[in-house]
T-cell receptor
Framework: NAGVTQTPKFRILKIGQSMTLQCAQDMNHNYMYWYRQDPGMGLKLIYYSVGAGITDKGEVPNGYNVSRSTTEDFPLRLELAAPSQTSVYFC????????????FGPGTRLTVT | DAKTTQPTSMDCAEGRAANLPCNHSTISGNEYVYWYRQIHSQGPQYIIHGLKNNETNEMASLIITEDRKSSTLILPHATLRDTAVYYCIAARGGSNYKLTFGKGTLLTVNP
């Protein structure tokens, strides 16, 4: 199993541009999550999904959108990128429903200038 | 979810046990204690979790006080590869399982 994969690894955006961060998992996990981590800080939850077709906001959802059309994929969309969205983005997945472990991807480092 | 408090940093000699404390004095009865770690620039990695009882796996041991207001993660024989930020998180398990990461403890294992 590849686990949780994220693309791209690095990206530089200009202010106002849009992009989609890709996340995929091959563990048949129902739960998927998007976090962001600013320098020197812990992770903050952006959005999460408990299954295909179901998404919900986390702690910091503004400026982002998600969709979950399949169990495997959970893309994160940034519309009108702003410098405040410069961060490292981590995708994670888990079985949910009482299972405790979350598996994290390697992250996408995004810079908005 | 209950707030957790951890020291900002700790040092440990290679081969010795690393004991990482965490305070969670407002933890509720249905909240678990989770430990994750993040090696530089990588995604966080699950280590262990517990509710009331002490737990042990191949990576670490988790000691939870009887009143559940604090816990200690123990790495029995720390290696240089254990240098990482360690996060202690209190969260409900089950179908609404979301993690809130604080700043964690930077553990530096020295040769």
């Amino acid at each position: 199993n590849a686990g949780v994969t994220q693309t791209p690894k690095f990206r530089i955006l200009k202010i106002g541009q849009s992009m989609t961060l890709q996340c995929a998992q091959d563990m048949n996990h129902n739960y998927m999550y998007w976090y962001r981590q600013d320098p020197g800080m812990g992770l903050k939850l952006i959005y999460y999904s408990v299954g295909a077709g179901i998404t919900d906001k986390g702690e910091v959802p503004n400026g982002y959108n998600v969709s979950r059309s399949t169990t495997e994929d959970f893309p994160l969309r940034l519309e009108l990128a702003a410098p405040s969205q410069t961060s490292v983005y981590f995708c994670a997945s888990g079985l949910g429903q009482g299972a405790h472990e979350q598996y994290f991807g390697p992250g996408t480092r995004l810079t908005v200038t | 979810d209950a707030k957790t408090t951890q020291p900002t940093s700790m040092d440990c000699a290679e081969g010795r046990a690393a004991n990482l404390p965490c305070n969670h004095s407002t933890i509720s009865g249905n909240e678990y204690v989770y430990w994750y770690r993040q090696i530089h620039s990588q995604g966080p990695q699950y280590i262990i979790h517990g509710l009331k009882n002490n737990e042990t796996n191949e990576m670490a041991s988790l000691i939870i006080t009887e009143d559940r207001k604090s816990s200690t993660l123990i790495l029995p024989h720390a290696t240089l590869r254990d240098t990482a930020v360690y996060y202690c998180i209190a969260a409900r398990g089950g179908s609404n399982y979301k993690l809130t990461f604080g700043k964690g403890t930077l553990l530096t294992v020295n040769p």
